[in-house]
């Protein structure tokens, strides 16, 4: 299957804060227009996802002092398409969604988290197998030849990450045809993190690529077994860019680069996967949009 064009797909909004209309999205000068509109992949199950993040909508909208519209799209194209339609004024991507959106929009950079997990602003894609399989690393995917099990086609740790993992390790991955990627004998999308961490350990797939801090937090609710999924590989990501449409203007822009710099609210930070945000720079993705383009994940 060749991977399908960006459409325009429609966004479930949930209104976080306040009950005015929304904005047309352009703010006045250098102020935040009276309505933000904040976009969020969905890298878990949509629905988890917009439940997850309403106490940060609520939080960003009283620090700010303006109302807050939450939008989760149905995959992580579709915010893509709401920057590039101007129907999100910030939003949370990952490095691959944000190389795909900047060619489609100015965006700016604002920051990223430091990882709870790793204490850095990376964090760490991952290659599983069941725990049962006989594989005890990348090229052992690879030499067996069997199913692999990769997210979103435009994850940065779901997808990107773990063919560059596999590239490593021998595959023949065809940058035109996504699901064709021998020696493995099938290839499939499940749509999110969650997802391939489910067909991988219910025995769907021989093995799968995943956001190594989205297992670990499964694993901890019980979304799958502590012992059901072995690791066999990882690589450092660098870590999810908040941006925002650079229209915005550099003060609106900055207003809320401060907001996250000052954060400090432990659940906030804890529902955010953060231990605090830093800045980035568009020169912090070079990897990501060198490799994308090379593997054919670049649009």
């Known amino acids: 299957m060749r991977r399908p064009l960006i459409g325009l797909l429609a966004l479930v909004p949930v209104l976080l804060a306040g009950c005015g209309s929304s904005s047309s999205g352009s703010a006045r000068g250098e102020e935040l227009p009276a309505t933000l509109r904040v976009g969020i992949i969905p890298n878990v199950a949509p629905d988890s996802q917009r439940a997850a993040y309403a106490p940060f909508g609520e939080d960003l909208a009283r620090r700010l002092g303006v109302e807050v519209e939450l939008f989760v799209a149905t995959n992580y194209a579709g915010v893509v398409t709401a920057l590039a339609a101007g129907r999100v004024d910030i939003a949370y991507l990952g490095g ?109 797939a021989d093995a799968g690529g995943l956001e190594l801090r989205v297992l670990n937090r499964l694993r901890a609710k019980g979304g799958v077994p502590p012992d059901a999924l072995r690791v066999v590989g990882t690589r450092e990501v660098m870590g999810y860019p908040w941006v925002g449409r650079t229209a915005l203007g550099a003060g609106a822009l900055d207003r809320v680069r401060q907001a996250f710099l000052t954060l400090d609210d432990p659940k906030l930070l804890d529902l955010l996967r953060a231990e605090r945000y830093v800045t980035v720079q568009p020169s912090d993705y070079d990897e990501v949009r060198r490799e994308a383009a090379r593997l054919g994940l670049l649009r």
């Open 96 to 204: 691959l969604t944000y190389a795909e959106a900047e060619r489609q929009v100015p965006l700016t950079p604002l920051v990223t988290e430091v990882d709870q997990e790793t204490h850095t602003s990376r964090y760490l894609s991952a290659v599983v197998v069941p725990a049962g399989s006989a594989a005890r690393s990348v090229e052992d995917v690879v030499k067996a030849g069997g199913s692999f099990a990769f997210g979103d086609p435009s994850s940065t740790s779901g997808s990107l990450y773990p063919r560059l993992m596999l590239d490593a390790a021998g595959a023949r991955c065809s940058p035109t045809t996504l699901e064709d990627c021998p020696p493995l004998t099938s290839v499939r999308f499940t749509g999110g993190h969650d997802a391939t961490a489910l067909a991988v350990a219910g025995g769907r």
